[in-house]
Structures are given as C-alpha cells and as structure tokens.
T-cell receptor, first 115, second 115 residues
Framework: DAGVIQSPRHEVTEMGQEVTLRCKPI?????LFWYRQTMMRGLELLIYFNNNVPIDDSGMPEDRFSAKMPNASFSTLKIQPSEPRDSAVYFC?????????????FGPGTRLTVT | GNSVTQMEGPVTLSEEAFLTINCTYTATGYPSLFWYVQYPGEGLQLLLK?????DKGSNKGFEATYRKETTSFHLEKGSVQVSDSAVYFCALSDKGGTSYGKLTFGQGTILTVHP
C-alpha cells in the first residue's frame, strides 16, 4: 500500500495568494483528517470527514480556510487569502473501521511557508 | 471534554538509559489509548495501543499499560537508542458518540538520545 499521499511536500507563497493542499487517503479508509502542526500550538485538528461528509470543522481557524472531499480518494485544504501566520506543516491522515481500531495513518505532511 | 496531558519536555538521555514519559488523560467514556511517534521530517506513526483497562501495549521495546484507576498510560523503554530520538505523542479515542474516530493528542514530548 502506498500510504497516505500528500502534495505538494513543500509550498512557498506570498501573502494574499491562494494555497491548495492535496491528500489521497489509503484506499478503503472512510475517515480523513486534516491537522496543522506548529512549534507554538503543537498539533491541531482542523477538520475531519467520514464517508466524504465533514463531521467536525470546529478546528478550522477562520473563513479563509476551507476543505472538501469530493470523493473517497481525494481531499483538498484551501487557504484564501494566505497569511504569514498560516506557515506550518499540514498533515492529512486517514483511518478505517476495518483496520486497527481508530488507528490513524499520517501522510508525510506539506510544509507551507507564507512570506 | 476529553484531554491528554504529557510530561513537559524536552527529555535528554544517554544511550541505554531507562525512559519514562508520563501521560494522563481525562475522558467521559472508556477510551482507547495510543502512543504515536514522529521522527524528524515525517508524519506521525502509531507506536503502540491499548483498548481497555489493564491492557499493555508494546512495540520496538516500548511498553505502556492502560491504568484506569490512575487514568494514566505512561510510556517506558528499558534501554533507549540514538535512533529513538523523536517526538512522542500520547492520544486517546472515544469509542462512540459524536467524536467517534477522532483522536485527542497530548502536546508531544521531544526525546533526544546521545551516544
């Protein structure tokens, strides 16, 4: 299995630009999670989906952030417009009831730098 | 709500020393408990788990026992190696309700092992 795939691995953009992060979960998994990691705030859950439906988006910082999951094999996290404080590593993770209970498999992350 | 508290870091040890990283939790139900590890530049990966009281999770020489009476899940290893240098996260997952499938993470503990 290829694991959770994220793209791009690194993204450098200027303040005000739109940023789109992409995630392909493990085939057969029905949960997908987006996290943000910074030194100051640690690991934060932004949003998660079950069967492509958003379940909890209470961690999304503000309206500049949006996430979609149009099908079981693809999700995006969009930031528009981006700000320097959005600089962080963004992780996607997936899990499924068929696997170890509640075990989440993390992707390698996207390191976002907003200048 | 649910919460996880880990001992303050960073932790610095010499090779072959004994490791303990404390973790306590607060949960309304009967959660499953996990330790995840994050190596430099990578995403988190599951290290070990325990799904009910008195269960002991173990992997790669690491162990943790689910103690319901003290609401703890401390991570231990008898002899650490340089390759164990990483960030360690304690986490819990409720088994039902609206937060099904969601993990609550501690703040992470940085471990550095010197030769």
């Amino acid at each position: 299995d290829a694991g959770v795939i994220q793209s791009p691995r690194h993204e450098v953009t200027e303040m005000g630009q739109e940023v789109t992060l992409r995630c392909k979960p493990i085939s057969g998994h029905d949960y997908l999670f987006w996290y943000r990691q910074t030194m100051m705030r640690g690991l934060e859950l932004l949003i998660y989906f079950n069967n492509n439906v958003p379940i909890d988006d209470s961690g999304m910082p503000e309206d500049r952030f949006s996430a979609k999951m149009p099908n079981a094999s693809f999700s995006t996290l969009k930031i528009q417009p981006s700000e320097p404080r959005d600089s962080a590593v963004y992780f996607c993770a997936s899990s499924g009831r068929q696997g170890l209970p509640y075990e989440q498999y993390f992707g390698p992350g996207t390191r976002l730098t907003v200048t | 709500g649910n919460s996880v508290t880990q001992m303050e870091g960073p932790v610095t040890l010499s090779e072959e020393a004994f490791l303990t990283i404390n973790c306590t939790y607060t949960a309304t139900g009967y959660p499953s408990l996990f330790w995840y590890v994050q190596y430099p530049g990578e995403g988190l990966q599951l290290l070990l788990k325990a799904t009910k009281a008195d269960d002991k999770g173990s992997n790669k020489g690491f162990e943790a026992t689910y103690r319901k009476e003290t609401t703890s899940f401390h991570l231990e290893k008898g002899s650490v190696q340089v390759s164990d240098s990483a960030v360690y996260f304690c986490a819990l997952s409720d088994k039902g309700g609206t937060s099904y499938g969601k993990l609550t993470f501690g703040q992470g503990t940085i471990l550095t092992v010197h030769p």
